[in-house]
């Protein structure tokens, strides 16, 4: 059997699934709101291989949805959805896994069927060259109001114009 360095396994990784940024965990109660949120800043022209979230710990009994989108500032255009709704989240498991399918703007988020497995995302490109914009999140229906539901959102991409990149913003490094 091979054994890899760390190095090699996540450049590897890197090269096949994008760049991988996350935000830190956190609680729902904070972010997972009926109001568009700020996750990650985006500078450039991007491509998302993969956008989603994942239950740390178990959400709250609220009958929750959510929602990815981008909205830009340079230029400044009006924000877009980048999926639909998902379907209610109540007490969505740990591990569980909701993501943006990437197949038409108009499809909704897509909750994992088990905890740890995920279905396979088309790409989604976002800003442009010389732009900069955040993704954002929402919820509808219900926030999350369970004082220990936490999660975590994972974005893999790849830079599509010279010095693009997506981080989290500042209060999720």
Same mark, same amino acid.
Request: some cysteine; glycine content about 10%; proline content about 0%.
């Given at each position: 059997m091979r054994n890899y360095s760390q190095s090699t396994i996540d450049v590897v990784g890197d090269l096949t699934v994008g760049l991988r940024v996350q935000?830190?965990?956190?609680?729902?109660?904070?972010? %997972?709101? %009926?109001?568009? %949120?700020?996750?990650?800043?985006? %500078?450039?022209?991007?491509?998302?291989?993969?956008?989603?979230?994942?239950?740390?710990?178990?959400?709250?009994?609220?009958?929750?949805t959510i929602k990815f989108g981008y909205d830009a500032s340079t230029p400044a255009v009006a924000a877009v959805d980048i999926c639909a709704a998902s379907g209610a989240l109540t007490s969505l498991a740990a591990g569980k896994r909701v993501a943006v399918?990437?197949?038409?703007?108009?499809?909704?988020a897509l909750e994992a069927a088990n905890s740890g497995v995920s279905l396979q995302t088309h790409p989604v490109d976002i800003g442009c060259i010389g732009g900069a914009g955040v993704i954002y999140i929402t919820?509808?229906?219900?926030?999350?109001?369970?004082?220990?539901?936490?999660?975590?959102?994972?974005?893999c991409y790849a830079p599509l114009s010279n010095g693009a990149y997506i981080v989290p913003v500042d209060a999720l490094l």
């Open positions: 935000t830190s965990v956190f609680l729902n109660a904070t972010y %997972v709101i %009926v109001a568009q %949120v700020s996750l990650f800043n985006v %500078v450039g022209w991007c491509r998302i291989f993969y956008l989603g979230i994942e239950a740390i710990t178990t959400w709250s009994a609220d009958a929750t399918l990437g197949d038409a703007l108009a499809t909704g919820g509808a229906g219900a926030a999350q109001t369970g004082a220990t539901a936490t999660s975590q959102v994972t974005c």
